[in-house]
């Protein structure tokens, strides 16, 4: 039990602040409330995120980007059309966190780490990652646009009242809580002696940015447990809402690594380009999701759910595809060694 708590604590942690969360949410009703703490912890992680990343020798992914491109398009333009027209199916704040959850853009780190696990080509994720990080101030905000537009009022600029959501309002907060402390991240590393103790501390760092998203869904939670507090009993989600919102997450991702996978055989890319494109097509951000979850759709506390439910199963189901393509190497390499030996 202790390994598998070592192994999978941030899971056990993601269980057990969803439940403090909600059963205390009364109690503990005024710190979603506290902005400076909550883009704090924004800011802090997402420093901590790029600080370690050493992006290494990029030249092979720059010179034959067509990888890159197509993980790219999948994330920021595949992914938002899947998660739309699912979306379809399901209502209100469900509905809002799943367009929500598509638009945001790769995960800093994970794409990258699965990628190389399944035996990938990982500098393909990290272009990506870099991509859909660096332009999500121009992008998610048109996505929500589109997708979200019907639901909650979005206007391009600041109205007059402060009434509704303003796009460059949105554009001009994404660039200073997301793009600009993954910038200083990166011109930290600059300084010799500072990248050297990042990598040595890379390890410890991810737990601290971990315990900080960790923060960031227990804030979130208790905004939803407040806001189910406040409900109707008519109106309150039930279990088969729960369950059917989870199992339309996973199919959002699972279907985007499915196509890609399909358009990377199309394209004959190698197999580490094609794991490439599955992973980092399809893996998604937690952390700025809940920064613009808490700071633009305050009305709408549950749409944390379904974000929260994409991370957790990108985890499991990724693993579970890892491992298929590391069992089909192996495959191919005994049967590669069986030809070539002698009878």
């Known amino acids: 039990m202790a390994n598998v708590l070592r192994r999978h604590w941030f899971l056990a942690g993601l269980i057990v602040v969803v439940l403090v969360g909600f059963a205390f949410s009364e109690p503990l ?80 780190a994970s794409a990258a780490v699965w990628t190389r696990r399944a035996g990938g080509n990982d500098s393909v994720a990290l272009v990506v990652t870099i991509l859909t990080n660096t332009f999500c101030f121009l992008v998610t905000p048109f996505w929500l646009l589109w997708t979200t537009g019907s639901e909650i009022t979005i206007t391009i600029w600041p109205s007059a009242d402060g009434q509704g959501l303003s796009l460059i309002d949105m554009m001009g907060k994404l660039l200073l809580l997301v793009v600009l402390p993954m910038g200083l991240g990166q011109l930290a590393r600059l300084v010799p002696a500072a990248g050297n103790w ?42 088969f809402s729960f369950a059917t919102m989870i199992v339309l997450v996973l199919t959002i991702h699972f279907s985007t690594l499915l196509l890609g996978i399909v358009a990377a055989r199309r394209l004959r890319f190698a197999r580490p380009d094609e794991i490439a494109v599955a992973f980092a097509g399809s893996q998604k951000t937690l952390m700025i999701g809940l920064a613009i979850a808490s700071e633009f759709y305050t009305q709408n506390p549950l749409a944390i759910l379904p974000m929260v439910a994409y991370h957790v199963g990108q985890l499991f189901l990724d693993t579970g595809v890892a491992e298929r393509y590391l069992k089909a190497e192996l495959a191919e390499m005994n049967a590669s060694e069986e030809s070539a030996s002698p009878h």
Request: positive net charge.
């Open 29 to 108: 009703r005024e710190l979603p409330d506290w902005k400076i703490l909550r883009n704090g912890i924004v800011v802090t992680v997402l420093f901590l995120m790029a600080f370690p990343l050493a992006f290494g020798d990029l030249h092979a992914a720059v010179r034959r980007p067509a990888a890159a491109l197509l993980a790219t398009l999948m994330n920021y333009g595949v992914l938002p059309l899947i998660a739309w027209g699912i979306s379809l199916l399901s209502v209100g704040d469900f509905a809002i966190g799943m367009n929500l959850m598509a638009a945001i853009p790769c995960t800093l």
């Open 198 to 239: 990042a990598t040595r501390n890379k390890f410890t760092l991810s737990i601290i940015a971990q315990a900080g998203i960790l923060a960031m869904v227990l804030l979130g939670c208790i905004s939803c447990g407040l806001k189910l507090r406040s409900l109707p009993t008519d109106q309150m989600p039930t279990i």
